[in-house]
């Protein structure tokens, strides 16, 4: 492996980290889609920090996509107290307004630039070792790998020095109030956080790469487990791991590594999404199945028992009247006698249906639960 192919595996990986630490509260407030938002409507925010320095490192440009995110933002919840609207509506009202402000500046005032549409969409890490940090003339690596380790680091700290408040705040904004956590201020410095992110991560791996990394590995951690802490470290890895996954699958395929990571990780959120062990579809599906197959269990022991408490009926049931007498499928009754059996709940004597002493027992305590 070289070190052109190790950088930017590395570049990806401390990217995917930075963006999933606050993509973790996003998901968790219910605003994955303000990622979005953000990620598309900065980009003003970012000419206007051009225009102004005419210096494309310049940190104003992270200064002026900060404060664009914050207004953001505070148009989508105005929009949305007003009740006109509700928040998904204003979303797809305000950012692509922004954004397109934002094309029409480039278009208009950065055409002879390297500052595009194209490059801002969709980045190319690709070229992330060719823009090298080398302050006083001595080489520390890719610019973009130092900017987004300081961005990562700046999120893990807010995260662990405002943990508790930020907790709080996420799962109940009135008890933070309460409890005078000023809810609204963490709310605008996590956003402005999101902004910064995002346009640290524009010129490595583009809008596209930073809403997949920000939302898709938070949201496969939250299937995966309902501990806070558990769920940002989840995040992170799964992050990493999708970073590191999709750049192989682009030398694989001979793709766009930028599109493969996302790719990745929506595979990543598939698996979690079906393979989850409490939450996943296929964990669901069997213990759906479990509980039907007790239920009908149950019924079979109860049906039998209201045979034997009944001098009318006599006790004389065979597998075949359980299709008549309970409507059921002649292999859905088959199985639940085959079951009982296993389970020494039932036995069959010439054919006829009858409970051994366990079975009468859990019959009675079924029928007391009813």
């Given at each position: ?11 990806a ?5 930075a ?13 994955a889609?303000?990622s ?14 051009f ?25 989508v ?12 509506a ?26 595009d ?9 690709a ?9 006083l ?62 346009v ?21 951690a ?9 769920l940002?470290?989840l995040?992170?890895?799964?992050g ?18 930028g ?66 007498h ?45």
């Open positions: 492996m070289s070190a052109a192919q190790l950088e930017i595996q590395l570049v990986v401390v990217v995917a980290a963006c999933a630490l606050p993509g973790a509260f996003l998901v968790l407030r219910r605003m889609m303000m979005d938002a953000v990620s598309h409507s900065i980009l003003p925010g970012i000419v206007v920090g225009l102004l320095t005419g210096d494309l490192s310049s940190p104003w440009l992270i200064v002026g996509a900060a404060a664009t995110g914050l207004v953001t933002v505070s148009l919840e105005f929009i949305g107290r007003s009740r006109l609207l509700k928040e998904d204003a979303i797809g009202i305000v950012f692509p307004v922004l954004f397109s402000v934002g094309v029409l500046l480039i278009a208009r005032n950065a055409g002879d630039v390297h500052l549409v194209d490059a801002v969409l969709l980045g190319e890490i070229f992330a070792p060719f823009d090298r940090f080398a302050p003339g001595l080489d520390l690596g890719p610019r973009s790998l130092w900017v987004m380790g300081g961005i990562a680091l700046i999120n893990l700290g807010f995260i662990l020095l405002f943990y508790k408040e930020l907790k709080v705040a996420t799962f109940d904004a009135g008890l933070a109030a309460a409890l005078g956590f000023a809810p609204a201020l963490i709310h605008y410095l996590l956003m402005a956080l999101v902004s910064v992110t995002a640290g991560a524009f010129d490595a791996v583009g809008s596209i790469l930073v809403v997949a990394l920000m939302i898709g590995p938070p949201a496969a939250y299937v995966l487990t309902d501990r806070l802490k558990t940002l470290v995040s992170v890895v799964i990493g791991l999708s970073a590191i996954g999709g750049y192989w699958l682009a030398r694989a395929l001979d793709a766009s590594i599109g493969s990571m996302a790719t990745v990780v929506g595979l990543a959120f598939a698996a979690a999404y079906l393979f989850a062990p409490e939450r996943g579809l296929v964990a669901g599906a069997l213990r759906r199945e479990r509980q039907r197959r007790t239920f009908t269990e149950r019924m079979l022991l109860v049906h039998l028992l209201q045979h034997e408490r009944d001098p009318d009926r006599g006790i004389t049931c065979r597998s075949e009247h359980l299709v008549e309970l409507r059921w499928k002649p292999d859905v009754a088959s199985d639940a006698v085959s079951r009982a059996r296993r389970s020494g709940l039932v036995r069959i004597d010439e054919g006829v249906l009858a409970l051994t002493p366990d079975g009468r027992a859990v019959a009675a305590r079924a029928v007391e639960e009813l």
